[in-house]
Nanobody, 126 residues
């Protein structure tokens, strides 16, 4: 298994930016497809973005397209989420997750991801 630790959350004003990081333990990070999810208070956890093993084929939730960018550095065992033009509705706990399934497709579904971090809180003020 891979262990995941998110960082980079915080309080930011609307239209500001934040960069989230997810550090993975172990030497098999490159064998996992990775995703970012978020959960706002009282709401279901939802898919934000995902990326394949080599860093290609990014998939985004419609509401973040053009504002968020997912990337990874396999040499550093780290996943990133660059968030620009933040909106109050982006306020949530953000989680990174790992999917080791054989499929090359990035999944937007929670059940596809076996390993999860503890989350980092993002608060966007208006």
């Amino acid at each position: 298994q891979v262990q995941l630790v998110e960082s980079g959350g915080g309080l930011v004003q609307a239209v500001g930016s934040l960069r989230l990081s997810c550090a993975a333990s172990g030497r098999t990070f490159s064998s996992y497809k990775m995703g970012w999810f978020r959960q706002a208070p009282g709401k279901e956890r939802e898919f934000v973005a995902g990326i394949n093993r080599s860093g290609g084929s990014p998939l985004y939730q419609d509401s973040v397209k053009g504002r968020f960018t997912i990337s990874r550095d396999n040499a550093k065992n780290t996943l990133y989420l660059q968030m620009n033009s933040l909106k109050p509705e982006d306020t949530a706990d953000y989680y990174c997750a790992a999917d080791r399934s054989f499929s090359s497709s990035v999944s937007p579904y929670k059940f596809a991801y076996e390993n999860w971090g503890q989350g980092t809180q993002v608060t966007v003020s208006s």
